[in-house]
């Protein structure tokens, strides 16, 4: 386990996310962990009728990092994407449309047993764009 400030632990959701980060480090390239400062709500339920969000939520994406253009990018790791996950980023994209949110899959999986449709296909279908690996791609870091 890591041990941040304090001899505090560092946890991290998963060994997939631990990986993201150690190539990040390794490559120098500054970012910030589920900064609680840079947090994006959406709204999870609308009024049939008046259209007033009934229930509101926020996100905060796996890594934040801030490019030399001064477009921040978002990025979230994926190991597993459920339907209420892709159901959660799908409102997060219609509620920000001018964030640069972008998946980093661990591997390129069906959505659903039997299904023909990959979490690369869905992201693509929503206009995120995506990769898989261990590594973010340095091409998204340089735009």
């Known amino acids: 386990m890591k041990k941040g400030r304090f001899g505090k632990k560092i946890i991290r959701r998963s060994g997939f996310e631990d990986k993201v980060e150690a ?5 120098g390239i500054k ?9 994006l709500g959406y709204t999870k339920l609308s009024c049939p009728h008046c259209g007033d969000a009934v229930s509101r939520g926020t996100y905060t994406c796996d890594y934040f990092i801030e490019r030399r253009s001064g477009i921040r990018l ?50 693509e ?13 340095q091409e998204w870091i340089d735009e």
């Open 23 to 27: 190539n990040l480090k390794d490559r």
């Open 31 to 39: 970012y910030v962990y589920e900064d609680k400062n840079h947090k």
């Open 74 to 123: 978002l990025v979230e790791c994926k190991g597993y994407l459920d339907s209420a996950g892709r159901t959660k980023y799908a409102l997060i994209k219609r509620d920000n449309p001018n964030e640069d949110i972008r998946f980093l899959f661990q591997r390129n999986n069906p959505i659903r047993r039997g299904s023909k449709t990959t979490y690369g296909m869905w992201a």
């Open 125 to 137: 279908k929503l206009g995120f764009p995506w990769a898989v690996g261990n590594e973010i791609p």
